[in-house]
């Protein structure tokens, strides 16, 4: 079966400093991924997303960049981070066609800029 | 474009009373509809879906019926209880992508 995992859970990081975060799912091939964004009290925003190894569309101009090294890794980073980057992040997949079966996510990472 | 709208919450209800939460969308195409569920401190769980209208997704209790001609997936159940306390996120599938609504949040008090 397929799984997704997220790590870490939980992320502390001052103002200014670097941010890897990373999301390896198992059990398939070539999936889609996906990174997103929850601010407290909002919805969710798509970050960016990825059809295969280095292929990487962004959704929102930002702080933020994602790379996909490996066909089930994806890698969320900054440089410098900000006050505006504290948030719940989301990794997700799908098959083929995700926009008829859905995604399956992570269970998350939350950042809290300080 | 392609978008997703959802009463704002929060929810409150008592256990075992009927829930409805609204959502409406704008699609080009014909979108499959998503419901998801965000517990506690954790990931979304997929809860329901349709792919087609008039198709109706079902799951733990929940309902949502795809309508057309209304451009509404609603989601409905006959008796909620405490556990279901989470946040309710409707969502539309097109070309490659989920669109998400901003969510529901669900207070069930015993």
């Known amino acids: 079966s397929q799984t997704i995992h997220q790590w870490p859970a939980t992320l502390v990081q001052p103002v200014g400093s670097p941010l890897s975060l990373e999301c390896t799912v198992e059990g398939t091939s070539n999936p889609n991924l996906y990174w997103y964004r929850q601010a407290a009290g909002r919805g969710l925003q798509l970050l960016f997303y990825?059809?295969?190894?280095?292929?990487i569309s962004s959704e929102v101009p930002q702080n933020l960049s994602a790379s996909r090294p490996q066909d089930r890794q994806f890698i969320l980073s900054s440089k410098k981070l900000l006050l505006s980057d504290s948030g719940f992040y989301l990794c997700?997949?799908?098959?083929?066609?995700?926009?008829?079966?859905?995604?399956?996510f992570g269970s998350g990472t939350r950042l809290t800029v300080v | 474009g392609n978008s997703v709208t959802q009463m704002e919450g929060p929810v409150t209800l008592s256990e075992e009373a009927f829930l409805t939460i609204n959502c409406t969308y704008t699609?080009?195409?014909?979108?499959?509809l998503f419901w998801y569920v965000q517990y506690p401190g954790e990931g979304l769980q997929l809860l329901l879906k349709?792919?087609?209208?008039?198709d109706k997704g079902s799951n733990k209790g929940f309902e949502a019926t795809y309508r057309k001609e209304t451009t509404s997936f609603h989601l409905e159940k006959g008796s909620v209880q405490v556990s279901d306390s989470a946040v309710y996120f409707c969502?539309?599938?097109?070309?490659?992508?989920?669109?998400f609504g901003t969510g529901t949040r669900l207070q069930v008090f015993p």
């Open positions: 997700a997949w799908s098959g083929g066609r995700g926009q008829d079966y859905g995604y399956t």
């Open positions: 969502a539309l599938g097109n070309t490659d992508k989920l669109i």
């Open positions: 349709a792919t087609k209208a008039d």
């Open positions: 699609a080009t195409g014909y979108p499959s």
């Open positions: 990825s059809v295969g190894i280095g292929q």
